[in-house]
Nanobody, 122 residues
Framework: QVQLVESGGGLVQPGGSLRLSCAAS????????IGWFRQAPGKEREGVSC??????YNADSVKGRFTISRDNARNTVYLQMDSLKPEDTAVYYC?????????????????WGQGTQVTVSS
């Protein structure tokens, strides 16, 4: 079964850290572009980070705080989130697309995970 499964979300205090995982099954991640997106309550879903091979791209809102990486042996992509802020509270999704072009255009991504909740609050 071809799918993406996110994990690692939870409740964290402002300034804290979390690491999200996006595990793939049924296909090999390293030949795809993988993106992380998030949707906050009452807002549209937005792109956060994406990775193509070893090249990474981050939205301005998370530059210097979030790091995307991949472990091909584990067929998993990670999103390390540091210096978290209350405005980072959202459901985080990973998604995959075949073309090796950096983009946060969501319609380009054909496979999505179910999402994991991240809540930043004191």
């Amino acid at each position: 079964q071809v799918q993406l499964v996110e994990s690692g979300g939870g409740l964290v205090q402002p300034g804290g850290s979390l690491r999200l995982s996006c595990a793939a099954s049924g296909f090999t991640l390293d030949s795809y572009t993988i993106g992380w997106f998030r949707q906050a309550p009452g807002k549209e879903r937005e792109g956060v980070s994406c990775i193509i091979g070893s090249s990474t791209y981050n939205a301005d809102s998370v530059k210097g705080r979030f790091t995307i990486s991949r472990d091909n042996a584990r067929n998993t992509v990670y999103l390390q989130m540091d210096s978290l802020k209350p405005e980072d509270t959202a459901v985080y999704y990973c998604a995959a697309k075949r073309s090796r072009v950096a983009t946060f255009v969501q319609s380009n991504y054909g496979l999505w995970g179910q999402g994991t909740q991240v809540t930043v609050s004191s």
